[in-house]
């Protein structure tokens, strides 16, 4: 099985661990050359199959920076914030790398950060030592290493060995918690989207829109907002997301006035008659209000 280039939740098992890995200055992957959602720098171990720590040492090579995360390209629940997580534990603490431990008390080499310089070290002193690294387990690295160890959630380091476990983890993005953040994710990859957005104020929008307009007004609205807060936004992510934010903010208020006005139409035909009854008029039965849209 090629496991890099499976699919789950219409993304590349390979694309998922890149998209985790969006902080890092450079991404460099061992195996055969494929698209991938971001630049990458090519590496390969000789010959090709020759185990983990082969692989390690060829991608190695192309590393500038003072500390390396190594992930298997399996790993389609890794977040951004997990890999964080790894990197800032090793810049406050005296160690020479840092792994995940599985919820089964496991270590996982492969979901881990290491200082470059140590990593490098070690690996010439295995591949001296046994002639090269063919075969070689990952244990003889991580045993010679001052190592830190903590451990990860659940998700975080679950692989897909089998194809058992695709069909898990593509049953798993598809539950109820998890498949809206799910699906943000896989279209902001689609469209080259790096924004974090509120998606609670949006999807109050969308539910104001729909409840005091129309039905159909829900997407189209929120289609608007965004070509809205892209004109108007200044440069960068955050930019565009507070236009976001301020863009939904005003077109939900606006779908109160709508639904409101739309209360109040008995209150202003018994207007037009001569009589001030007030009936109908500020009910405040309108069907959105402005506790869901502001930030949270």
């Known amino acids: ?24 200055g450079r991404a460099v992957v061992v195996g055969g050359r494929r698209a991938t959602v971001r630049p990458v720098v090519w590496a390969r171990e000789e010959p090709p199959g020759s185990g983990p720590l082969a692989a390690l040492a060829a991608g190695v090579r192309h590393v500038e920076a003072d500390t390396v995360v190594v992930l298997s390209g399996d790993l389609p629940f890794l977040r951004d914030g997990g890999v964080r997580t790894l990197v800032d534990a090793l810049a406050d603490r005296d160690a020479e790398g840092v792994l995940s431990v599985d919820p ?15 990593l490098r070290r070690e ?35 679950f692989d897909c060995d089998t194809w058992e476990d695709i069909a898990t983890a593509r049953a798993t993005i598809r539950e109820h ?58 440069d960068g992510p955050e930019a565009v997301s507070q236009a976001v934010a301020d863009a939904a903010r005003r077109a939900s208020a606006l779908a109160d006035r709508w639904a409101a006005e739309a209360d109040g139409a008995p209150g202003e ?14 009910t405040g039965t309108g069907t959105g209000t402005e506790s869901g849209t502001g930030d949270r």
């Open 123 to 157: 690996l010439a002193l295995l591949a001296a030592e046994h002639g090269n690294l063919t075969g070689l387990p990952l244990r003889l690295l991580t045993q010679e290493l001052r190592l830190l160890r903590i451990p990860s959630g659940p998700l975080a380091s």
């Open 177 to 234: 918690g998890n498949v809206l953040d799910e699906w943000i994710t896989a279209v902001k990859a689609e469209l080259g989207v790096d924004l974090d957005v509120d998606t609670g104020v949006l999807l109050d929008l969308a539910r104001d829109a729909a409840h005091g307009v129309a039905r159909p007004a829900a997407p189209l609205t929120t289609f608007l907002v965004g070509y809205a807060a892209a004109k108007a936004a200044g």
């Open 1 to 24: 099985m090629d496991k890099p280039g499976v699919s789950v939740g219409a993304r590349t098992l390979l694309d998922r661990v890149l998209g985790a890995c969006r902080e890092a």
């Open 269 to 282: 035909a018994a207007g037009s008659t001569g009589t001030e009854t007030g009936t109908g008029r500020g």
């Open 104 to 118: 089964d008390g496991r270590d996982q080499p492969l979901v881990a950060a290491y200082r470059t310089e140590p």
